[in-house]
């Protein structure tokens, strides 16, 4: 059963335009939500994050929207720079703290064309 | 300074034979984490490890066991590999505020 879900395996963006990314989740317990950034042979690198007491999060060029009535986030890059080609996982934790855990997407792989 | 280190990077071992993956944080973070990227590219959980105690043990074969010497490590070891082992493996810590820092993962291969 996937609590947090990204049902665009991939995503093509020509350089410059905005990305967007999006995430479903279905656990109403969910209370943070992060993007993690990966490359090949890489491990997951955070990029920004929400609480859920906030519907918007914004850093340089990375904003994530929140919708908790709809269950859904988004991320939005702008503009795209072919740095940005990578794997984008969504991840969620709810009310118990660090200790929880996380539980990601699939993952969305973003590419950025010249 | 890598701030979560984690070894081997890439591990090649036969059916059957016991091995360890280890893990080090040099974050200060109170709880460590092992999560497993299987095939199919999902990223799971499998323990969590709060001040050296096991908070998280999802439902994985007992045949993996977590420990944690200190806080700073969370070694990963496992007996009696399968060909279904095969899988990316990744340590991670977290401090307050979810500030959730991952290694860079180790590439498990059973033949």
């Known amino acids: 059963d996937q609590q947090v879900k990204q049902n665009s395996p991939s995503l093509s963006v020509q350089e410059g335009r905005i990305s967007i990314l999006n995430c479903d989740y279905t656990n109403s317990m969910f209370d943070y939500f992060l993007w993690y950034k990966k490359y090949p042979a890489e491990g997951p690198t955070f990029l920004i994050s929400i609480s859920s007491i906030k519907d918007k999060n914004e850093d340089g060029r990375f904003t994530v929207f929140l919708n908790k009535s709809a269950k859904h986030l988004s991320l939005h890059i702008v503009p795209s720079q072919p740095g940005d080609s990578a794997v984008y996982f969504c991840a969620a934790s709810g009310g118990g703290g660090g200790a929880d855990g996380l539980t990601f997407g699939k993952g969305t792989h973003l590419i950025i064309q010249p | 300074d890598t701030a979560v280190s984690q070894t081997p990077k890439y591990l090649v071992t036969q059916m059957g034979n016991d091995k360890s993956i280890k893990c080090e944080q040099n974050l200060g973070h109170d709880t460590m984490y092992w999560y497993k990227q299987d095939s199919k590219k999902f990223l799971k959980i499998m323990f969590s490890?709060?001040?050296?105690?096991?908070?998280i043990n999802e439902t994985v074969p007992n045949r993996f066991s977590p420990k944690s010497p200190d806080k700073a490590h969370l070694n990963l070891h496992i007996n009696s590999l399968e060909l279904g082992d095969s899988a990316v493996y990744f340590c991670a810590s977290s401090g307050s505020n979810y500030g959730y820092t991952f290694g860079s993962g180790t590439r498990l291969t059973v033949v």
């Open positions: 490890y709060n001040n050296k105690e096991l908070i």
